[in-house]
């Protein structure tokens, strides 16, 4: 990961924005819970498409449900469940920052992903 220098949060923000995609990747870990955490080995895990995730900041907390997409430039996540309704009463999904959420359970369809845990147990 870059290590950003300044300690303005201006540069910060900028250097977060302007990162490539392989670093704004690492943007999208997630907590793991405890059961996770205890199993795996680890404290966190990027979200993929098809994990399920506990709500844990923001107006949604408690919530849990499937990651519906994962957005890798803006860094946010869309979970089902998690919307919120407009003035014309449509239903529109709201995009949650990676930090804010908890992994509960993992989809392990990936192998090199569930190789990659296996590794680390």
Do not use: C, W
């Amino acid at each position: 990961m870059v290590r950003i220098e300044s300690e303005q949060p201006r540069k910060q923000r900028k250097a977060r924005y302007q990162a490539p995609s392989h670093v704004k990747s690492k943007y999208l870990n997630a907590p793991l819970s405890a059961a996770l955490k205890e199993k795996y080995k680890k404290k966190t895990l990027r979200v993929i498409k098809g994990d399920t995730v506990k709500v844990t900041r923001g107006d949604f907390v408690g919530n849990e449900g499937l990651v519906d997409a994962v957005d890798t430039k803006k860094s946010k996540i869309v979970v089902h469940g998690v919307s919120s309704t407009k003035a014309d009463g449509t239903e529109v999904p709201r995009v949650i920052d990676a930090s804010n959420v908890q992994l509960t359970k993992l989809n392990l369809t990936d192998k090199r992903r569930e190789a990659k845990l296996e590794e680390a147990e």
